[in-house]
């Protein structure tokens, strides 16, 4: 069985290793000239950081995939507690943690009396997280009679999906603050508070349940690592090469063609931005998707360490439901926003040479279907002076080199209008309306990556790819024990 993938993203790696495993061929295209996709690095002078995903969640999913791939030493976890700071503005500057008396004890210093609700947030959430990621995160849907199911519409009732993420976390905390505390993680996945259904309020839950992570090394050593696995196991990784289209006879496929040639297989699977990727489809008529936010980041370097206590920190700026307002209704960038830094390099002293050190700042910013490169490089000047003095007033001094990401960027290197986390986590964009790791209408067309269900962030991508193993093992299965009984003569 030769399988060929299309895109050397975190979801094409991953299912590579299992079509290995598995005794396939494989062959994987990638345009770019390096593996991992929103896993890369930003390198200069001696120094590096991550340039997408910093924050890692649910570690178990990460390891449990790991060791089924035989790579489970491959990587090393380091826990974060507290989570982060949050620093409100003219307001308290409050810990998040996993540790729950610590988080009690936390709340009841800011915001007396509600502790209380945090305790049942805790006690009704473990229960939801546990029946949520049975039923939606750990199977496809290309059938959507697998998601209708009496008992996944009894759960969707439970998670209350026809609420959002913040009106959820008001069932829970009086105060606007926690609310955005308890809220803000949908972001994670490009989704305003707001608009985000409840059900992914497990995200914002899975953090204290689970903790938060970091990677020894920065999260995009994870692809490297799995790059080299899938090399020496005897799969071949064409880099600087690009599918052009997938060529296709009725509903089914039989390769690729690149510009160097046609290169032929059994089954074709799409790695990448699914909007995009389908492209690689012939001509039908495609559905209209909306992108998850964007992000502008600022990548800098210091000759100095910076006065960050924490990885991470969030600053609130003028507030978020005013931030959110801004991008995800008006289209516009916010006055005073909140924003997101990360400095590995407090517990890691790998990133850059000895007394240097590495930011990474990050403002949600809309999509590139919204603003202009000139824009976004306009609001940058306007906000950054802001946004440094919040972190260190004497950063600046202390900067030897900077530089920056826009959604513009972003949507040239192949993300979906530049949104920085596939499609946006809308209720009409999850679960069964999502597109499926089957791709529909196609007998031997699969997709996978942040996407496609069961969604974006990496150990979710990385759980996709698993699911999609069990799916082409079913069919692999079913393949042979046709083609037996056609041999035997049985009916």
Same mark, same amino acid.
């Given at each position: 069985?030769?399988?060929?993938?299309?895109?050397?993203?975190?979801?094409?790696?991953?299912?590579? @290793?299992?079509?290995?495993?598995? =005794?396939?061929?494989?062959?994987?295209?990638?345009?770019?000239?390096? /593996?991992?996709?929103?896993?890369?690095?930003?390198?200069?002078? #001696?120094?590096?950081?991550?340039?997408?995903?910093?924050?890692?969640?649910?570690?178990?999913?990460?390891?449990?995939?790991?060791?089924?791939?035989?790579?489970?030493?491959?990587?090393?976890?380091?826990?974060?507690?507290?989570?982060?700071?949050?620093?409100?503005?003219?307001?308290?500057?409050?810990?998040?943690? +996993?540790?729950?008396?610590?988080?009690?004890?936390? %709340?009841?210093?800011?915001?007396?009396?509600?502790?209380?609700?945090?305790?049942?947030?805790?006690?009704?959430?473990?229960?939801? $997280?546990?029946?949520?990621?049975?039923?939606?995160?750990?199977?496809?849907?290309?059938?959507?009679?697998?998601?209708?199911?009496?008992?996944?519409?009894? /759960?969707?009732?439970?998670?209350?999906?026809?609420?959002? *993420?913040?009106?959820?976390?008001?069932?829970?905390?009086?105060?606007?603050?926690?609310?955005?505390?308890?809220?803000?993680?949908?972001?994670?996945?490009?989704? &305003?508070?707001?608009?985000?259904?409840?059900?992914?309020?497990?995200?914002?839950?899975?953090?204290?349940?689970?903790?938060?992570?970091?990677?020894?090394?920065?999260?995009? +050593?994870?692809?490297?690592?799995?790059?080299?696995?899938?090399?020496?196991?005897?799969?071949?990784?064409? @880099?600087?090469?690009?599918?052009?289209?997938?060529?296709?006879?009725?509903?089914? !496929?039989?390769?690729?063609?690149?510009? /160097?040639?046609?290169?032929?297989?059994?089954?074709?699977?799409?790695?990448?931005?699914?909007? #995009?990727?389908?492209?690689?489809?012939?001509?039908?008529?495609?559905?209209?998707?909306?992108?998850?936010? =964007?992000?502008?980041?600022?990548?800098?370097?210091?000759?100095?360490?910076? !006065?960050?206590?924490?990885?991470?920190?969030?600053?609130? #700026?003028?507030?978020?439901? &005013?931030?959110?307002?801004?991008?995800?209704?008006?289209?516009?960038?916010?006055?005073?926003?909140?924003?997101?830094?990360?400095?590995?390099?407090?517990?890691?002293?790998?990133?850059?040479?000895?007394?240097? $050190? /590495?930011?990474?700042?990050?403002?949600?910013?809309?999509?590139?279907?919204?603003?202009?490169?000139?824009?976004?490089?306009?609001?940058?000047?306007?906000?950054?002076?802001?946004?440094?003095?919040?972190?260190?007033?004497? @950063?600046?001094?202390?900067?030897?080199?900077?530089?920056?990401?826009?959604?513009?960027? !972003?949507?040239?290197? #192949?993300?979906?209008?530049? =949104? &920085?986390?596939?499609?946006?986590?809308?209720?009409?964009? +999850?679960?069964?309306?999502?597109?499926?790791?089957?791709?529909?209408?196609?007998?031997?067309?699969?997709? *996978? =990556?942040?996407?496609?269900?069961?969604?974006?962030?990496?150990?979710?991508?990385?759980?996709?790819?698993? %699911?999609?193993?069990?799916?082409?093992?079913?069919?692999?299965?079913?393949?042979?024990?046709?083609?037996?009984?056609?041999?035997?003569?049985?009916?």
């Amino acid at each position: 069985m030769k399988t060929i993938i299309c895109g050397a993203g975190l979801g094409g790696l991953v299912t590579a @290793l299992y079509e290995l495993k598995a =005794g396939n061929d494989v062959e994987v295209f990638e345009k770019d000239s390096r /593996t991992g996709g929103r896993l890369r690095y930003r390198e200069r002078d #001696g120094h590096r950081i991550d340039e997408g995903p910093t924050i890692v969640l649910l570690p178990d999913m990460i390891k449990d995939i790991l060791s089924e791939l035989h790579l489970e030493k491959e990587i090393q976890l380091v826990r974060i507690d507290p989570l982060y700071p949050m620093h409100f503005k003219n307001g308290p500057s409050f810990l998040k943690w +996993s540790d729950s008396f610590k988080q009690e004890q936390e %709340i009841e210093r800011h915001f007396p009396g509600e502790s209380g609700g945090y305790k049942k947030y805790v006690r009704e959430m473990n229960d939801s $997280f546990l029946q949520g990621k049975q039923s939606f995160l750990d199977h496809s849907f290309a059938d959507p009679k697998n998601f209708w199911t009496a008992g996944n519409v009894k /759960t969707l009732l439970k998670l209350r999906a026809y609420q959002s *993420v913040r009106k959820q976390s008001a069932r829970y905390f009086r105060s606007t603050q926690l609310q955005e505390a308890f809220s803000l993680q949908s972001l994670y996945i490009g989704g &305003s508070p707001s608009a985000t259904p409840a059900m992914y309020s497990l995200v914002s839950y899975s953090e204290h349940a689970h903790g938060i992570w970091y990677v020894y090394g920065g999260y995009a +050593s994870l692809a490297e690592k799995l790059e080299t696995a899938v090399r020496e196991r005897g799969g071949t990784v064409h @880099l600087n090469e690009g599918v052009e289209k997938v060529l296709t006879k009725e509903h089914s !496929a039989y390769g690729v063609e690149t510009e /160097t040639g046609a290169y032929y297989g059994d089954r074709v699977i799409l790695n990448g931005d699914f909007p #995009g990727a389908e492209k690689l489809l012939p001509e039908k008529k495609k559905r209209s998707y909306t992108p998850s936010s =964007g992000c502008l980041l600022f990548y800098i370097g210091l000759n100095e360490k910076p !006065a960050c206590s924490y990885v991470h920190q969030f600053y609130m #700026g003028g507030g978020l439901d &005013s931030h959110m307002n801004a991008m995800f209704k008006n289209d516009t960038f916010a006055d005073d926003p909140s924003f997101y830094v990360f400095h590995p390099g407090l517990i890691d002293d790998s990133l850059a040479p000895e007394g240097r $050190f /590495t930011l990474y700042v990050l403002v949600p910013v809309p999509d590139a279907s919204k603003k202009t490169k000139d824009e976004y490089e306009e609001y940058a000047d306007k906000i950054r002076e802001n946004i440094y003095m919040q972190i260190d007033p004497d @950063l600046k001094r202390k900067i030897i080199w900077e530089e920056q990401k826009t959604p513009f960027e !972003a949507e040239q290197e #192949g993300l979906f209008e530049g =949104g &920085s986390f596939g499609i946006a986590p809308t209720l009409l964009q +999850s679960g069964v309306f999502r597109p499926q790791l089957k791709a529909a209408g196609w007998e031997n067309v699969y997709a *996978v =990556g942040a996407s496609v269900h069961p969604g974006g962030g990496v150990p979710i991508v990385m759980n996709g790819a698993k %699911i999609l193993n069990d799916i082409l093992r079913r069919e692999d299965n079913d393949a042979v024990a046709v083609k037996k009984d056609r041999t035997t003569g049985k009916i």
